[in-house]
């Protein structure tokens, strides 16, 4: 079942720029997850937010939850060509720790 | 660190075979789950389980079974392998209380001709 969207599907960007990521769902959430993937690897995990979180920050990347919205987003500053990666939110409802995950923003880092 | 491995990173099988991919994680979590992603579908989940010989389905697990005979050990199984299935298959583990935070092998990229 679908339940994070993520806008945009694709984004480039220059390095030194920053990328915004968005993500929406559905139904109620304990937390939001965002994933990263390179190509044709597996998913790395990025950060979790909380549902009584709002914002949270780890290194260059900052994520935003508005539970009224049921929306998340994921901003990386100053991106790097090393960025360039698929990105995935991840919605957790405390169903016995399963996931539900977005079909992913691919971002592409020129240098 | 935690580390997920799984069997084979390429896997050519023909049509009919049964086939199996294994994954093992090391960090003694209790969740275990077998994806598979397609492009513009996303990850989908196919099967997961909360506990030795304990198994659920996922969203699409026509055509899959699986087993968990040790705590560290998910075994995904395709019974007879059609061409719908060629896709790459991610395993992951997780344990309850670390936010489901889920851990992922490097994925196998199954080809069935």
């Known amino acids: 079942s679908q339940q994070g969207e993520e806008d945009p599907q694709a984004l480039s960007i220059q390095e030194g720029e920053n990328a915004t990521m968005n993500c929406s769902y559905k139904?109620?959430?304990?937390?939001l997850q965002w994933y990263r993937q390179n190509s044709g690897r597996g998913l790395v995990h990025l950060i979790l937010?909380?549902?009584?979180?709002r914002e949270k920050h780890s290194g260059r990347l900052r994520v935003t939850l508005d539970t009224s919205k049921k929306s998340s987003s994921l901003l990386i500053t100053a991106s790097r060509a090393a960025d360039t990666a698929s990105y995935f939110c991840?919605?957790?409802?405390?169903?016995?720790?399963?996931?539900?995950f977005g079909q992913g923003t691919e971002l592409s880092v020129k240098p | 660190d935690v580390k997920v491995t799984q069997s084979s990173r390429y896997l050519v099988k023909r049509t009919g075979e049964k086939v199996f991919l294994e994954c093992v994680q090391d960090?003694?979590?209790?969740?275990m789950f077998w994806y598979r992603q397609d492009p513009g579908l996303g990850l989908r989940l196919i099967y997961f389980?909360?506990?030795?010989?304990?198994?659920e389905k996922g969203d699409i697990p026509e055509g899959y079974s699986v087993s968990r005979e040790k705590k560290e050990r998910f075994s995904l199984i395709l019974e007879s392998a059609s061409t719908s299935q060629t896709s790459m298959y991610l395993c992951?583990?997780?344990?309850?209380?670390?936010?489901?935070?889920?851990?992922f092998g490097p994925g196998t990229r199954l080809t069935v001709l």
């Open positions: 960090m003694d979590h209790e969740n």
């Open positions: 992951a583990s997780s344990s309850p209380g670390v936010g489901d935070t889920q851990y």
């Open positions: 937010i909380r549902s009584n979180e």
């Open positions: 139904t109620s959430i304990n937390n």
């Open positions: 389980s909360y506990d030795v010989k304990m198994k």
């Open positions: 991840a919605t957790g409802n405390n169903q016995g720790g399963k996931l539900i």
